[in-house]
């Protein structure tokens, strides 16, 4: 199993520019989420997903959208990026249930906003 | 929504030493609290977690914490090594909140040898 991937690893955006940060998991999970990763400030959720059709907003979600038409896939949009989506973004996934909440996250992507 | 606060924010100790991170969070229907280690540039990484109906749980030199009336939960690290230098995060969650977290700032743990 390659687990969670993202691509691209690294991207440099101009402000207004759009782009999709890809994330795909392999292990059948039905939950993933989005989230961020700045300085000082931990990680903060920007949306997630109980699954195919399913999404709902988290912590910061403002100036991304997100969609979820298979369970595999789960895309996250800047639709006109700005210098504070400078950050790292990290996809995870998980399954549902009691048992299963351990998230496993993909290795990030690096976006800079000029 | 949940808010979960930790502290310090950074730590440095004495390799052999121990090391204690606090936490604690908002919301009453939490159920499920990780902790997670991050090396430089790396991704995060899973090392202990807790459930609410639970009050300690150890794993050789990790063990974890929980006080649900006092909403806080601790990690405590013994016999401190120079590979355990990472940033460490904590986070909460409840089961029927589709497993989204909501973490902690994070501490960076220095061991020095």
């Known amino acids: 199993n390659a687990g969670v991937t993202q691509t691209p690893k690294f991207q440099v955006l101009k402000t207004g520019q759009s782009m999709t940060l890809q994330c795909a998991q392999d292990m059948n999970h039905e939950y993933m989420s989005w989230y961020r990763q700045d300085p000082g400030m931990g990680l903060r959720l920007i949306h997630y997903s109980v699954g195919a059709g399913i999404t709902d907003q988290g912590e910061v979600p403002n100036g991304y959208n997100v969609s979820r038409s298979t369970t595999e896939d789960f895309p996250l949009r800047l639709l006109s990026a700005a210098p504070s989506q400078t950050s790292v973004y990290f996809c995870?996934?998980?399954?549902?249930?009691?048992?299963?909440?351990?998230?496993?996250f993909g290795p990030g992507t690096r976006l800079t906003v000029l | 929504g949940e808010n979960v606060e930790q502290h310090p924010s950074t730590l440095s100790v004495q390799e052999g030493d121990s090391a204690v991170i606090k936490c604690t969070y908002s919301d009453s229907a939490s159920n499920y609290f990780p902790w997670y280690k991050q090396e430089l540039g790396k991704r995060p990484q899973l090392i202990i977690d807790i459930r609410s109906n639970v009050g300690e749980k150890k794993d050789q030199r990790i063990a974890v914490t929980l006080n649900k009336t006092a909403k806080h939960f601790s990690l405590h690290i013994t016999e401190t090594q120079p590979e355990d230098s990472a940033v460490y995060f904590c986070a909460a969650s409840s089961y029927n909140q589709g497993g989204k977290l909501i973490f902690g700032q994070g501490t960076e743990l220095s061991v020095k040898p």
């Open positions: 995870a996934s998980s399954r549902p249930g009691r048992s299963y909440n351990e998230q496993f």
